[in-house]
């Protein structure tokens, strides 16, 4: 059975249960419509006999003949229910709260009580037979609107009672009397939306007891049936002698610096303190989403202008291999939104594939040709058979084996994937004249301490090697992909999910992080720019702290930081280093067009020497064909790829360096360099001076 099969089945045995448990539960629709209106009539029957009779003892007056009386009531009744039915009044569900509803009600009843006093004013000697004041009209109308009002409100409050006892009118079950009291901090929409959440959710294991606000005309008032009290006198103190075992804070888009000093105030009452980021259950995993994972970074949503981007590739055959993966569909989505002729989405991955195709056509329809093509860019024969048959225009390589420790110990893997992979994708892309070629590269591919990132350098020389080329091939290099698969925040999710720990394998591990969109956009603008074997260089703002990031997500998900949530340190992963980089030392960058994207100025390498040391990768390869973990492979990538080190030599050397708290600046990458340089100088001379 499918997820959604069993959503559903869960949500019609809710259903059967309310039927049983509420009033008018076996009736359909329908069915509780008509009851209503069969008690609204009998009502406005019962309210209009009485006024009449009162109003004719009043008066001393003999009664009108009974047909008199019906003959009035049904103008009356004709005209309320004819208004009613129009504003859809026995359309709403009554045993939710709705003002509007009420009002539209009240409105309708008040309209439909003139028509009906003009009618009987001005026709009452050829329709009723009697004419009717207006008092008597006013009475009729006042006394059936508020009966037929209250009737429906004591039925929002018999259903809230019974959803907030578990089913029981008076005394509520054991399972919800033992539920857990708790303070919410802050009555504003938020914090009541949440208490009136928990009230009135049967399966909610939350019992609201207070409220706590700074705004003084809400403290000492009652909302949603609590008290509000006043968060600055004594608050800490007075929460201690309540019986309250957890506060919820409910403050929305407040800053991190004031939302940690609230929740170690708070922390002081010994009561468990969680945040609420909307009118939820703390606790509760959910999809993030762009604004959320922006939030997370700490910083603002890069603004991308893409009007001549999506022009670029508008009617276009635009092929991306590893379609099926995070960024290589992203790409898929941005490439769609531009109008292509053709999207060629290829990858070895099926269910990738298949969701992706499912969802663009689903969006776009026969927009523009949607084809789907599963194939290894490790066979040459199926690559020349695709790009034989359509003809792309540009080409996004995304297809690569990007996971650092699962290379770490498939090395063989690593290099057919992705650097044989790339050869061979370039090869065909060049053969068949593709205009433009863009490799999707990684900061991890600078001065690589894992396998994974000393492949993909050889994946960028094998692009930047060829500048001759008829095709213009370039390549993108950017930093982590937060909600890309085997991102930290899915894993952290699910450990928050699951009650924590979560693990953070070092305190002192940053990392440069963009979302997918903000990658995507950015990858589509430099391929665009392109001219002739550039390596695009992404600017990724500052890096980021992992325990930051899991910090953020802690909050955001309704816990505190190593109160609620501990977070743990695990150690470093084998290839892992403490910081990653966006340039070597060698290597240089100047600005484009765009201030996000730079492109690095180091002297490209030979198709030669590229060539040489492909076939090193080759040799190491086939020596290895028979060993699940050679050491080959290793010595070959630092055979082919100087900058490549151990990771333990890499993080001896950055305990104390200053890349560990300053980013790298794009703008002049040897500025750190110089004044380090200019700085050692200094401190020989003055050495000098004192050995003289």
Known sequence: MTERNVKHSDETEQAKTARRRFPFGPLSGKGRRFLLALIDIAWLCLMFLLVLFFADKEAGGGMYSIRTYWRCLLVIAVCIMAGRLLVRA????????????YMTMLVSDTVSGMIAYI???????????????????????????????????SYQLVHARLNENGGRLFRPTAERENRINIAIVGAGQMGQLLAEQLNCNPESHYKPYCFVDIDPIKIGSTLCGLRVYDEKDGIVERLQSMPVQEIFIALPKLPAEALTALCDMYSRTGCK????????????????????????????????????TRA?????????????????????????????????????????????????RRKYKDAF??????????????????????RPDVVFHAAAHKHVPLME??????????????????????????????????????????????????CERVIQCRRDSGTVFTAVRFGNVLGSSGSVVPLFQQQIAA????????????????????ASQLVMQAGAMANAGELFVLHMGAP??????????????????????????????????????????????????NDLIYIETEQPPTRAEVDGELDILRQAVEASADEVESPLIREALKQVVPTFKEPDEVNRDAENAAEMQNAIDLENPGRARAQKSQDEKEDEKKKEGITR
């Not at 980021?277 to 949503?301: K, M, Q």
């Not at 009650?499 to 903000?518: A, C, K, L, N, S």
Request: hydrophobic residues 35%.
């Open 544 to 593: 980021v702290h992992i325990r930051s990031l899991a910090e953020n997500l802690v909050y955001m998900s309704g816990y505190v930081p190593y109160k609620s949530m501990q977070i743990i340190e695990t150690g470093l992963r084998p290839g892992e280093k403490l910081y990653e980089e966006l340039l070597t030392d060698r290597e240089t960058c100047r600005k484009t067009a």
């Open 312 to 360: 670029f590739y508008r009617d276009k055959t635009v092929l991306v291999t590893g379609g099926g993966g995070s960024i290589g569909s992203e790409i898929c989505r941005q490439i769609a939104r531009c109008h292509p002729k053709k999207l060629i989405v290829l990858d070895i991955q099926e269910e990738g594939v298949y969701k992706l195709c499912l969802e663009l």
């Open 119 to 153: 009618i009987n004013r001005n026709l009452h000697e050829k329709v009723t037979g009697i004419h009717i004041g207006f008092w008597q009209t006013f009475c009729v109308m006042a006394l059936f609107a508020l009966g037929t009002l209250s009737m429906r409100f």
């Open 499 to 518: 009650g924590g720990p979560v693990t953070v394998t070092d305190f002192r591990v940053t990392r440069y992080f963009m979302t997918i969109p903000e």
């Open 90 to 101: 026995y359309a709403n569900i009554w045993r939710y709260p709705n003002v509007t509803a």
């Open 273 to 308: 303190v969680k945040v609420c980021s909307e009118p939820r259950e703390p606790g509760l995993i959910r999809s993030l989403t762009e604004e959320d994972y922006v939030s997370l970074l700490g910083r603002d949503a890069l603004k991308v202008n893409d009007d001549a």
């Open 369 to 390: 040709e949607l084809i789907d093509e599963i194939g290894s860019v490790r066979d040459v024969r199926r690559l020349d058979a695709t790009f034989r048959r359509y």
């Open 409 to 458: 110990c498939n090395g063989c893997e690593a290099i057919k994937n992705n650097v044989i992979g790339t050869y061979n994708t370039a090869n065909v892309a060049e053969k068949y004249g593709v205009s433009r070629f863009v490799l999707i590269s990684t900061d991890k591919a600078v001065n690589p301490t894992n396998i994974m990132g000393a492949s993909k350098r050889m």
